[in-house]
């Protein structure tokens, strides 16, 4: 029997998180006069998460046992003739669901943190920046509304802007800070196009209003095109999700988001921020139903993403690096998903992921901080035997990210290549091809970085001292460090999160695949036109049980593509590690070309961006000074000024002048009329 929920209680939910920031952003800092120390901030912002976490996870059990649902606006800011611009909750399960992920990598990012940044200066700081992150990235899910859902977009946007650079003295954090924030308005400019589009022709911003007219929409074309209107109206909407979900080719801002301390890398990069594309696309999906054009584009988008950003994370050195290109690699497989319009699917994989990501990102950070704040995997090995706790969770978060049968990213990574080879547009085959090659990729990397990082000989004490790090490296807060110093393992506010997140990174996908993919738990939050769109339905057919999936999956592709990259990686890292240096001699230009990022960055730097440049100063130069200062405002003086002088000429006050213009101009009248008679 469906339930309601209490809107003043979901209330809570964003507000406490914003609460506690602000109380240690304020009290906590020298803007506040630091009223309150490093204790009572990080306490209040737990506190604020840890009250978020609870109500989402009791409103995640009313809404997949009792049928709650929520759909309602607490407050109207304006109306601007017919168009309300309100503030509203939409609850349902894919809310729910983001909810409470949100909350839970949240609250174990918050108490990572107080390890981690322990003899960081801007400890209340980041408490508060990452509390104020907390509170954006709810009011963006629980949005009933696209001018709710663009303030919490912008907003992650910008708390991710101070979280890149919290290290404001370090040029590389300033620069890879900004990069985020340019990248991400290129994105955002198509979102608020696609969001204009709506409102102008559905004369709405919330949500149901707007499915309920998509019917409508999708007989309209753009004016001036052959194109419908509902197929610019998705792409602009996905171009905004390129942009923040790091698609090709607007996802260059995400390796070097890695400036920014470990924890948000966790928050930021796994779990909330770059996921708000593809939850954008599932909410939106009775629009993206009606536009095959644009799914299209979303497959090839993501599978373009999912394949070579994966061939990037193979040459990666710095630890969190190899991790941020499978971030990127994963957003593709979602993205790859939603193309087709296997949503549920997508969605998913963002939860099963959240998990395993940022299980994987703190354990990097565990790393980090265990040898000393050096990131390079090649001067590390043998920490197995010193970071025990570190050295298991990291395992079984890379198992889950490779998709071993029975951990959780095998069910939503193997669901995804089934929904692939059973859709049936034009760029399914090439998806399909990316996904499935793109197992293999993962696996290699991923057992790549943990072979070297966790077996093998110990290197950390090999490390050249004139070594020059990579511009990634986090500064050490301890303001040294020790080359020799053996590794240690981390204090247990740093290993309690690692053991929390990898107990959902192994069990959540068995325990939730059937609700989720073949259930009712999206029923009212995801809509798939059968008809058209045969994925899904396919899928169910398939599906037998977990067990039964994890079982046929020895026999399948995917599965002996991930054990060939896990033992290609530990043949050539382990067994052969001349190989890796041969085949880079070998294949010299495709290392370049790899090492180099596609040239992305340098395409941006030297030709967008001096482009940009160039038709900037074009126009100040050619139509700012020349045209408008030059011809329109001084022109225009100096014209009067010409004219004025011929004219005064006329007036001198002899009457013999006046007498000659008045028959100057007798005889112009009588020439012009007999011309005209003419």
């Given at each position: 029997m469906s339930q309601t929920l209490s809107a003043s209680t979901l209330l809570a939910?964003?507000?406490?998180?914003?609460?506690?920031?602000?109380?240690?952003?304020?009290?906590?800092?020298?803007?506040?006069?630091?009223?309150?120390?490093?204790?009572?901030?990080?306490?209040?912002?737990?506190?604020?998460?840890?009250?978020?976490?609870?109500i989402s996870a009791m409103t995640l059990k009313s809404?997949?046992?009792?049928?709650?649902?929520?759909?309602?606006?607490?407050?109207?800011?304006?109306?601007?003739?017919?168009?309300?611009?309100?503030?509203?909750?939409?609850?349902?399960?894919?809310?729910a669901m983001m909810m409470c992920v949100v909350t839970f990598v949240s609250l174990m990012v918050?108490?990572?943190?107080?390890?981690?940044?322990e003899e960081d200066e801007g400890y209340n700081r980041f408490f508060a920046y990452i509390s104020l992150f907390t509170f954006s990235m709810l009011m963006l899910v629980m949005s009933n509304n696209m001018l709710q859902l663009f303030f919490g977009w912008e907003a992650v946007g910008l708390v991710s802007y101070l979280l890149i650079g919290f290290w404001f003295n370090k040029p590389s954090a300033i620069f890879a800070n900004m990069k985020a924030f340019l990248v991400n308005r290129v994105g955002d400019f198509g979102f608020i196009l696609g969001i204009g589009l709506l409102a102008a022709y559905a004369g709405t911003l919330n949500y149901a209003e707007t499915f309920a007219k998509a019917g409508e929409l999708s007989q309209i074309a753009f004016p001036g095109t052959d194109w419908m209107l509902i197929t610019v109206i998705c792409i602009c909407l996905f171009v905004g999700a390129m942009g923040k979900s790091a698609q090709f080719p607007l996802h260059v801002w995400l390796p070097d988001s890695m400036e920014g301390p470990t924890p948000i890398s966790a928050l930021i990069h796994a779990a909330t921020m770059v996921t708000a594309g593809i939850f954008m696309v599932a909410r939106m999906s009775p629009l993206f139903e009606l536009s095959d054009t644009a799914l299209n584009l979303i497959l090839v988008i993501g599978a373009i993403t999912a394949l070579f950003m994966g061939f990037l994370g193979i040459i990666q050195n710095d630890i969190k690096r190899v991790v941020a290109y499978s971030t990127l690699s994963q957003l593709g497989y979602m993205t790859v998903a939603l193309g087709a319009s296997a949503?549920?699917?997508?969605?998913?994989?963002?939860?099963?992921?959240?998990?395993?990501?940022?299980?994987?990102?703190?354990?990097?950070?565990?790393?980090?901080?265990?040898?000393?704040?050096?990131?390079?995997?090649r001067w590390m090995g043998g920490v197995r035997k010193y970071m025990p706790i570190t050295w298991i969770t990291s395992l079984l978060g890379s198992l889950a990210l490779i998709g071993t049968p029975l951990f959780s990213g095998f069910y939503s990574k193997d669901s995804i290549i089934e929904a692939v080879a059973e859709s049936h547009l034009?760029?399914?085959?090439?998806?399909?091809?990316?996904?499935?090659?793109?197992?293999?990729?993962?696996?290699?990397?991923?057992?790549?970085?943990?072979?070297?990082?966790?077996?093998?000989?110990?290197?950390?004490?090999?490390?050249?001292?004139?070594?020059?790090?990579?511009?990634?490296?986090?500064?050490?807060?301890?303001?040294?460090?020790?080359?020799?110093?053996?590794?240690?393992?981390?204090?247990?506010?740093?290993?309690?999160?690692?053991?929390?997140?990898?107990?959902?990174?192994?069990?959540?996908?068995?325990?939730?695949?059937?609700?989720?993919?073949?259930?009712?738990?999206?029923?009212?939050?995801?809509?798939?036109?059968?008809?058209?769109?045969?994925?899904?339905?396919?899928?169910?057919?398939?599906?037998?049980?977990?067990?039964?999936?994890?079982?046929?999956?020895?026999?399948?592709?995917?599965?002996?593509?991930?054990?060939?990259?896990?033992?290609?990686?530990?043949?050539?890292?382990?067994?052969?590690?001349?190989?890796?240096?041969?085949?880079?001699?070998?294949?010299?230009?495709?290392?370049?070309?790899?090492?180099?990022?596609?040239?992305?960055?340098?395409?941006?730097?030297?030709?967008?961006?001096?482009?940009?440049?160039?038709?900037?100063?074009?126009?100040?130069?050619?139509?700012?000074?020349?045209?408008?200062?030059?011809?329109?405002?001084?022109?225009?003086?100096?014209?009067?000024?010409?004219?004025?002088?011929?004219?005064?000429?006329?007036?001198?006050?002899?009457?013999?002048?006046?007498?000659?213009?008045m028959i100057l101009g007798i005889f112009v009248l009588m020439t012009y009329f007999v011309w005209l008679n003419k």
């Open positions: 939910v964003p507000l406490a998180p914003l609460v506690g920031s602000l109380l240690a952003g304020v009290l906590g800092t020298s803007f506040g006069g630091n009223l309150i120390g490093r204790r009572v901030s990080h306490s209040l912002t737990i506190l604020g998460v840890l009250v978020a976490f609870v809404v997949a046992l009792d049928g709650a649902r929520l759909n309602e606006t607490l407050y109207t800011w304006m109306v601007v003739g017919g168009l309300k611009m309100e503030i509203g909750f939409l609850v349902d399960g894919l809310t918050h108490l990572y943190t107080i390890g981690y940044m949503y549920s699917v997508a969605v998913f994989h963002l939860m099963t992921h959240a998990f395993f990501k940022a299980l994987l990102f703190l354990g990097a950070g565990s790393v980090i901080m265990g040898m000393h704040h050096n990131q390079d995997i034009p760029a399914a085959g090439f998806a399909h091809f990316a996904v499935l090659a793109g197992v293999f990729v993962t696996a290699f990397y991923s057992f790549r970085m943990y072979f070297l990082v966790f077996h093998g000989a110990e290197r950390y004490d090999q490390e050249p001292k004139a070594h020059d790090h990579d511009e990634a490296e986090e500064p050490d807060p301890h303001h040294h460090r020790d080359e020799h110093h053996k590794p240690h393992e981390s204090p247990w506010v740093v290993t309690v999160p690692l053991l929390l997140l990898a107990i959902p990174s192994v069990v959540i996908g068995f325990m939730t695949i059937q609700p989720m993919l073949f259930g009712e738990f999206f029923k009212d939050a995801i809509f798939v036109n059968a008809d058209k769109h045969h994925a899904m339905a396919e899928l169910g057919e398939l599906f037998h049980g977990p067990v039964a999936m994890a079982l046929h999956a020895l026999s399948t592709a995917p599965f002996w593509l991930a054990l060939a990259g896990v033992a290609l990686s530990y043949y050539m890292y382990m067994i052969n590690p001349a190989l890796p240096a041969a085949i880079k001699r070998a294949f010299q230009p495709i290392h370049s070309l790899l090492e180099n990022k596609y040239y992305l960055d340098w395409i941006n730097e030297h030709i967008l961006a001096r482009g940009a440049r160039a038709l900037g100063t074009g126009l100040w130069k050619g139509g700012d000074r020349a045209l408008i200062d030059g011809l329109l405002v001084d022109g225009s003086w100096k014209l009067v000024g010409r004219v004025a002088g011929v004219v005064r000429w006329f007036q001198s006050g002899y009457l013999y002048h006046y007498a000659l213009v």
